[in-house]
């Protein structure tokens, strides 16, 4: 063994992510601001949400979405990974 850590794979062989009680959103097909109200919004529909940070990175607009664990995290990215936030394709 060399010490080199490896991607953990599932049995489809695809990389297996980790899993956070913190989401990373990715805002897309962005023409309206989108604000922290929104955002909770949104994400309080799967769970109580614990903080939201809006921010600009690599030319693109993200936000960070942190729930109290795992499991309700887990449950908001399954239903809103892909998804627009409004009716005319905001997408996260």
């Not at 062989?13 to 897309?28: D, M, T």
């Amino acid at each position: 063994m060399d010490g080199s850590m490896q991607p953990a794979l599932g049995a489809d062989g695809k990389k297996v992510e980790s899993q956070s009680n913190v989401l990373l959103g990715l805002i897309e097909n962005m023409q309206y601001a989108v604000t922290v109200d929104v955002l909770h919004t949104v994400f309080s529909a799967y769970g109580a949400v614990q903080k939201i940070a809006i921010f600009e990175k690599n030319g693109s607009t993200q936000a960070l979405i942190q729930y109290s664990d795992i499991a309700t995290a887990a449950i908001a990215k399954g239903a809103l990974e892909g998804h627009c936030i409004y009716d005319g394709g905001y997408c996260f």
